[in-house]
């Protein structure tokens, strides 16, 4: 019997973690700007199935994929600060115009592999800058994951940043990622993503930048010839919810949507990393010409003329402790 009772209290203690009592009820709208396909899509939906499951179907998501409902990143982080869309995926990009520590994050060749970076974003570092979020009215739960960044074009196979000088480079709207573009010689153009792919095709730009997986999923190998595996900077996807929204949802709910979107990250970021030498070769058979032996120290030279003004931007000292982080 004692047995049994101590049992009982055990299970007691667990179960509320997953069943809040609550008469709570809320569907809420995800935005990206990507496919349901893409691991930002994959990752949402598994979130929804997670928080449903653990309020017995009180809270759902709904997720609208592609840009439906908005343009741009940038719209949609605005559109969050409103309460008019609920729960952005999305890069950082578009997210440093509003919390500008977020940047930092964006300069090139800052991380080293992925143990990097998950040392550093699921740490204190990681940490602070989501809650930094909090003071434009968003709330940070959890950094997935959008991949290392590499160059496409529809010129010519590019090594070396002397090779890619004067190419038209779309770029989000970041102001660390067109300095940085800009000292290597190419012409960043910022552009919304539901633009870039009719862009490209009609040769209005020459070139993109992305991780694989937004790469493969958007089917960019249809209008540029050539992936140079340059990784020249690692792209987070921060899972924000609209403050204004977050703040009517009762604790024991906060805890169950934090917690799942961070058992999510661990899910998201892997289904990211074992996808992607599949999708390169399937890329390459389909016609696309893949670069591997890119010369990486050229391109952080190219870039090092920046690090100045990111230094004086970000902090040597905050810079350093990213760099230095084991």
Do not use: C
Not at 173 to 186: C, Q, R, S, T, W
Not at 283 to 291: A, F, L, R, T
Request: aromatic share 8%.
């Amino acid at each position: 019997m004692k047995r049994i009772l101590v049992l009982l209290l055990a299970m007691a203690v667990v179960v509320p973690a997953y069943a809040a009592d609550s008469d709570f009820k809320a569907n809420y709208k995800v935005t990206m700007t990507q496919s349901a396909t893409h691991p930002y899509g994959v990752g949402a939906a598994r979130l929804g199935d997670l928080i449903k499951e653990r309020t017995n179907g009180r809270i759902t998501l709904t997720l609208y994929t592609d840009s439906q409902l908005a343009k741009g990143e940038q719209e949609m982080l605005q559109a969050l600060q409103m309460g008019t869309i609920d729960i952005y995926v999305g890069s950082t990009g578009p997210v440093g115009n509003f919390s500008p520590s977020m940047n930092i994050l964006d300069i090139p060749f800052l991380f080293r592999d992925f143990q990097h970076v998950d040392k550093v974003l699921d740490g204190p570092i990681g940490r602070q800058l989501l809650t930094d979020l909090e003071k434009n009215q968003l709330k940070g739960l959890a950094f997935w994951e959008n991949g290392f960044r590499n160059l496409t074009n529809s010129r010519a196979p590019i090594r070396t940043p002397d090779q890619a000088k004067g190419l038209k480079l779309r770029t989000m709207e970041n102001k660390v990622h067109m300095a940085a573009f800009k000292a290597a010689g190419l012409s960043p153009t910022p552009m919304a993503w539901a633009e870039v792919y009719p862009a490209l095709e009609q040769k209005v730009i020459d070139a993109e930048e992305n991780p694989i997986a937004v790469i493969y999923s958007s089917k960019i190998n249809e209008v540029q010839k050539y992936l140079s595996l340059t990784g020249h900077v690692y792209s987070p996807a921060p899972v924000i919810f609209s403050m204004m929204k977050w703040n009517r949802i009762p604790k024991a709910d906060q805890e169950i949507i934090q917690k799942a979107a961070l058992e999510v990250a661990v899910f998201q970021r892997k289904l990211n990393r074992d996808a992607e030498a599949a999708k390169i070769k399937e890329m390459e058979s389909k016609g696309m010409v893949v670069v591997r032996d890119v010369d990486k120290p050229a391109w952080q030279a190219a870039m090092k003329p920046a690090m100045a003004d990111f230094e004086k931007q970000f902090g040597k000292d905050k810079i350093a402790a990213i760099i230095n982080t084991k």
